[in-house]
């Protein structure tokens, strides 16, 4: 399905006059007939005065960013873009499946426009009133919308279930594959990218693991949810992208707007990720004070200030780790003797 534009459609305000002066002209023409008995006249003047409204369901009113999908008895005729007062085939009827569908979502307003039109021509337009009431809710939004689709549990690469949230930046770019290629262009796109939120996670540990392809080039890599998560967004929006080209659909950006593991295994996840926190912590402690317990001794040696055997290296060797690696301040002990 291809998108038609039509464009030599912005005739409404022309018609809307024409139609008032019609009946202005028919009101004046039926008094003349009564008062002269002028019969065919009077007959001509009734049956403008029925049927003129019809040219009413033709007229549609559009403010930016604003498309309305036209068909005419079953048949796709065009869409008429962009800001304007324009008249068509009163016939057609406009298409959209989505225009009742309410994600947790931007979408389109409804409109009142065709109350005053109602009340200048009065009782005669109650069709078109309905008419163009159900046209102001099937215009298409050309506008950039976002969804914010519900949290997904998710298990990553590892096993770990992830609760994780995105927020899709989307529009439509052809009406016609909006409206006909798929049932409901909103449901589709919010299916969508919960199926590729699950594809891409999948791929993904929630930390830095090792021994873990990201990129699917056969070597392991530092990729995780946590702290790729642009190039993880990045991969999203593709994927999404490429399930809804078919439907007419721009994805313009997708982004992570919640991240964190699943309830049953949060706390646990925690304490593993504090019990990692405090193993690094020892590590550069112990890495610190062997490189300062090594300096010292170096430093005595090659001064010469001190002569010490291996037993006494051990014991200062003991007492400066203690000192240097304990977690409390230390209690200094004076020893006046010797070690003997």
Known sequence: ??????????????????????????????????????????????????????????????????????????????????????????????????????????????SGSSKGLN?????????????????????????????????????????????????????????????FEVDNYKEFLSLQCDSALRNIVRLYPYDVAPGIDTTGDGMADEGSLRGSSEVVAARIRDEIQSKVTEAGLEILEARITYLAYASEIAAVMLQRQQASAIIDARKMIVEGAVGTVEMALNRLNEGGMVELDEERKAAMVSNLLVVLCGTHDAQPIVNTGTLY
């Open 119 to 179: 009340a200048l021509l009065g009782g005669n337009a109650a069709a078109a009133a309905a008419a163009s009431a159900e046209t102001s809710g099937k215009r298409v939004s050309l506008k950039i919308m976002t969804l914010n689709n519900a949290r997904q549990k998710i298990n990553d690469c590892l096993g770990n279930p992830v609760e994780i949230g995105i927020a899709v930046t989307w529009r439509v770019v052809d009406t016609a594959k909006a409206v």
């Open 1 to 110: 399905m291809t998108e038609k534009i039509l464009t030599t459609k912005k005739q409404g305000m022309a018609m809307l006059l024409l139609t008032i002066l019609l009946y202005v002209a028919a009101v004046a023409v039926l008094i003349l007939s009564v008062n002269f008995g002028m019969f065919f006249p009077m007959v001509l003047s009734i049956v403008v005065l029925c049927l003129g409204w019809l040219v009413l369901p033709g007229l549609k009113v559009l403010r930016p960013q604003e498309a309305l999908v036209l068909t005419l008895f079953g048949k796709y005729v065009g869409t008429i873009r962009g800001e304007g007062f324009y008249w068509v085939n009163p016939f057609c009827t406009a298409v959209n499946p989505a225009a009742k569908t309410k994600l947790n979502q931007s979408s389109d307003v409804d």
